[in-house]
């Protein structure tokens, strides 16, 4: 299974914009999903994910009320919406499918597959 992400690119403070992750190779089934993001000078953090339903989802408290996961109707696609972006937020963004349907954690030893990454750049 491969994970391919789109949607990364420049933007400026305060703009918004949406990632997405589809999984090829099993693309009827939908997993439960993290996402994470590494920045030039921090390690991988967790923020956030959603149960393989899009019933639930997790928001670190560091990006709540700004980042908000969910998947479309057909529950194989999976999104990160991001909205008033600062410059810390600036990361390459990975989503992770989980193999327990119901983990969508912060442990990135739970994940089974991993997206290529994509760039957010956010200019200040």
């Known amino acids: 299974v491969q994970l391919i992400e789109s949607g990364g690119g420049l933007v400026q403070a305060g703009d918004s914009l949406t990632l997405s992750c589809v999984p090829s190779g099993d693309s009827f089934r939908a997993y439960a999903m993290g996402w994470f993001r590494q920045g030039p000078r921090t390690e991988r953090e967790y923020i956030g994910g959603v149960n393989c339903f899009g019933s639930t989802t997790e928001v670190a408290d560091f990006v709540k009320g700004r980042f908000t996961f969910g998947r479309d109707s057909g529950k194989t696609t999976t999104w990160l919406q991001m909205s008033r972006l600062k410059h810390d937020d600036t990361a390459v963004y990975y989503c992770?499918?989980?193999?327990?349907?119901?983990?969508?954690?912060?442990?990135?030893?739970?994940?089974?597959?991993w997206g290529q990454g994509t760039q957010v750049t956010v200019s200040s």
């Open positions: 992770a499918a989980s193999a327990d349907d119901n983990y969508f954690g912060g442990n990135p030893t739970e994940y089974a597959y």
